[in-house]
């Protein structure tokens, strides 16, 4: 039995239902305005791939394509994808670090391992 989703022209409104088969079912209507004149939508879906082939996808030219090695945001965006291709491996906090080190990157303000901000070129850190 799949859920689908329908979207309301009246109401602009969205709303999933459970349905035996694969025809609508008779007297569907909108939740929250009543119009039956509902439509169904086009949902999104995910598939499952195996490691090798997140990785072999990891390899692929097109992932690089738009890639502006010299623009921060741009290394940003792509950063975020492999986080999205890599899944659980990447880490709950991927995207995070990733705005983390864009925002320090705009800023001009980068801090070393320990959190500490770096010396400049002429200051050897004794003062």
């Known amino acids: 039995m799949p859920i689908y989703e329908y979207f309301c022209p009246a109401c602009n409104g969205q709303f999933q239902k459970l349905v035996r088969g694969f025809s609508d079912p008779p007297g569907l209507a909108c939740p929250r ?37 010299s623009d921060p945001r741009s290394i940003a965006r792509w950063a975020k994808r492999l986080g999205k291709e890599l899944g659980e491996d990447a880490g709950e906090d991927w995207d995070e670090m990733v705005d983390q080190m864009l925002e320090e990157e705009l800023s001009g303000k980068q801090d070393d391992e320990e959190g500490r901000s770096p010396a400049k070129p002429d200051d050897l850190g004794w003062a």
């Open 33 to 69: 305005c009543g119009n039956t004149e509902v439509r169904r939508a086009i949902s999104r879906f995910a598939t499952l791939k195996s490691e090798d082939d997140r990785i072999e996808s990891l390899a692929d030219p097109s992932n690089f394509m738009g890639l502006d090695e």
